[in-house]
């Protein structure tokens, strides 16, 4: 059971991002979030966090394990915490 990050290599907006999940359980992601990172519960992304390159460092210090993407998701998964985006259907209108 650990709080995994990966490599801040995802840009966004003109910064470098990391994910950070937990293998164990959304509640154990959520307490870590709040009280070691600061970041606001409403930026939970469905099974993780996105977390800013400045706050990388700060996670990995604070208890998270840095690994890879795909072991990062390889644990999630495993977990059974791994929740995909539903894919847009072909009936439905895009936003423009």
């Not at 801040?8 to 154990?28: N, Q």
């Not at 990172?37 to 930026?43: E, S, T, V, Y």
């Amino acid at each position: 059971m650990a709080l995994l990050i990966d490599t801040p290599v995802w840009p966004w907006r003109g910064r470098l991002w990391s994910h950070l999940v937990s293998d164990a359980s959304y509640e154990e992601l959520h307490a870590f979030v709040a009280a070691e990172l600061g970041i606001p519960r409403r930026a939970f992304q469905g099974d993780h966090y996105d977390v800013p390159a400045e706050l990388f460092e700060v996670a990995v210090a604070a208890g998270a394990e840095a690994v890879t993407c795909r072991v990062l998701l390889a644990r999630l998964q495993a977990a059974g915490l791994r929740r995909r985006k539903p894919r847009a259907s072909a009936a439905a209108p895009v936003p423009r």
